[in-house]
Every structure is written in structure tokens, then in C-alpha cells.
């Protein structure tokens, strides 16, 4: 039986938990809202990734925020807050650093190999970067419970990978695919050594 203070404990984790996550999609929600009401959807996402257009690449980090119309959000949202959560529910500090990796390979990606005279957006790129990180982390970490959520994971999500290949036009593929690579860099950088036996 759990004491009252580890009680206290776990409610402060999930309580910290849903407000960065909810935090996060509750900014995704509030700028599509204002792009689509006050500028009918066409100014803010002028703000995505303009491919090797040096002006554009501070763009990186703002462009998970932006999407193009409600139904594009709601594809996003729910993949987040499910890979999101199961990454930080390991670790707050692996959470973040996932993030920022698969955000910059993703947006670098983006910026270097994307076609010229196109506008990248969405949080897309970072969703592809959980999902990597968390089908990988288990074939690195070798532990049962990462292994479980790999499978887990796997089993929910694993038909998205289709989308890292060019198979629907103006669907920004190279925004999966190197989203996806960025989580399984950060999976190899973030698991611990495991010794020599």
C-alpha cells in the first residue's frame, strides 16, 4: 500500500505532466484557432520551414506549433499526447531532450532536402521523432519494460510509418522521415552504456 507522501508524489508528477503536455496542445489549439478566425488560416503559417532560406531557419521552432486547418491539429494532437506522455513518463529530462533532437533534425532535415518554394509546418516531424525514439529505445535499452512499450507502441502507431516515404503529395514526408531519424539518434545518445561483459 502506497504511503500518503508517495501519493502526494505521484499526483504531483501526473498533475506536472498534464500541464506541459496540455500546455503544449493547448498552444497548437489557440494559433490554429486565431490563424483560421482573424486571417482565415493564410498569415501565420508563413512562419513554417521556407527550405534553405536563411530567414526561415529560426522557423525550426516555431513551425511544430502551426498546422494547416483543424483537420491536419486533430491528426497531430492525439499522437502527441500519447508518445508524449509515454516518453515522459520515464523521464521529464528525456521528454525534453527528445523534443529538442527530434525538433532540429526534423526542421534541418526539412530545410536542407525539402522542395524549393514550399512551406513545411506541424508537429508532425516531432510525433514521427517519439515514435522512433520509443521503437528504438527498446532494442538499445535491451530492458523488458522499454521493450513492452516498443511493442506497445509498434502494434498503435506502426502503420504511420508509411508516412516517412513520398507517397501522398503535399504531405511533408522529409519532415516524418527525419523526425524518425532524430528518434532514433536520440534513443542511441539518451540510453545508458551498458557495460562490457
Not at 524549393?116 to 523488458?144: D, K, M, P, Q
Request: proline letters at 4%; hydrophobic letters at 55%; charged letters at 10%.
Amino acid at each position: 500500500m502506497l504511503k500518503k507522501s508517495e501519493n502526494q508524489s505521484i499526483a504531483r508528477t501526473i498533475k506536472s505532466q498534464a500541464q506541459i503536455l496540455g500546455g503544449t496542445v493547448a498552444a497548437f489549439w489557440s494559433i490554429e484557432i486565431v490563424d483560421q478566425v482573424l486571417f482565415a488560416g493564410r498569415y501565420l503559417d508563413v512562419f513554417g520551414i521556407h527550405p534553405r532560406d536563411l530567414d526561415s531557419l529560426v522557423n525550426i521552432f516555431f513551425a511544430p506549433f502551426l498546422h494547416v486547418g483543424f483537420g491536419h491539429l486533430i491528426a497531430n494532437t492525439v499522437p502527441f499526447l500519447v508518445l508524449g506522455w509515454l516518453i515522459m513518463a520515464r523521464s521529464f529530462k528525456d521528454f525534453f531532450w527528445v523534443t529538442l533532437i527530434v525538433t532540429l533534425v526534423s526542421g534541418l532535415g526539412v530545410w536542407l532536402f525539402a522542395p524549393t518554394n514550399t512551406v513545411h509546418l506541424g508537429a508532425s516531424g516531432v510525433v514521427f521523432g517519439y515514435l522512433g525514439y520509443l521503437l528504438l529505445r527498446g532494442y538499445f535499452e535491451r530492458s523488458w519494460q522499454s521493450v513492452l512499450v516498443a511493442l506497445g507502441v509498434g502494434f498503435l502507431f506502426g502503420g504511420a510509418l508509411w508516412g516517412v516515404l513520398p507517397l501522398q503529395a503535399g504531405v511533408s514526408w522529409q519532415a516524418h522521415l527525419f523526425g524518425f531519424l532524430g528518434g532514433v539518434l536520440a534513443a542511441r545518445w539518451l540510453t545508458p552504456r551498458r557495460p562490457a561483459s
